[in-house]
């Protein structure tokens, strides 16, 4: 196989399991029907991912990868503005996100075995861009005495629960993010 066709495969794999996906629901496709719709053998899919969640975990991180861009722009362009304003400012950006995706996101993680919602590429980014903005806000003494690790899981626990809350529970997402704001930025604030 030349480099420039197994370069292909990948995003061929992709394509077809999202469009099938999308099609007939996550948990109605099979692994050769992604590999026939790539156009490739079933050992060259298997060679790449060894089960339909490694597929999921890639589509979830290619769907994500435009928000982490996005959000990763915006903080290099506000470094001047106080770390916890910056904080809320991706709180927002990521229940927006998550609103526009949640199903689709959703139906696919829950794809992978051992599902994890904060496990998810989206939960990881999101945990590592919170601890790295709270241990800033922490050194510029925007806050002091906060367990940032512990204050970091509450807050993607209170995050993984969105469409919960506007959906089941009929918040506003206005009231979400003032309620969060209240607790993870205000609370915070020395």
């Not at 362009?77 to 950006?93: F, M, N, T």
């Not at 993010?177 to 915070?188: A, S, V």
Request: glycine share 6%; proline share 3%; net charge neutral.
């Amino acid at each position: 196989m030349s480099k420039g066709l197994g370069e292909t495969i990948g995003p061929r794999i992709l394509n077809s399991a999202r469009t099938l996906f999308i099609e007939h629901g996550v948990e109605n496709v099979n692994m050769h029907q992604i590999a026939k719709m790539a156009g490739i053998g079933q050992a060259s899919l298997y060679r790449r991912y060894t089960e339909k969640g490694d597929i999921c975990i890639d589509i979830v991180r290619n769907e994500c990868q435009p928000f982490f861009n996005d959000v990763q722009a915006y903080l290099e362009g506000s470094a001047k503005l106080p770390v916890l304003d910056q904080l809320y400012e991706v709180i927002i950006r990521f229940v927006t996100f998550i609103e526009a995706k949640a199903s689709w996101l959703c139906s696919v993680s829950r794809a992978t075995s051992g599902y994890r919602p904060l496990q998810s590429p989206l939960y990881q980014w999101m945990r590592t861009t919170c601890r790295e903005l709270l241990n800033k806000a922490d050194q510029q003494g925007e806050i002091a005495d906060v367990d940032i690790r512990y204050t970091t899981e509450i807050l993607l626990a209170a995050l993984h629960n969105i469409d919960f809350h506007t959906k089941d529970q009929e918040f506003s997402t206005q009231q979400v993010l003032t309620g969060l704001h209240r607790i993870f930025i205000q609370g915070l604030k020395q």
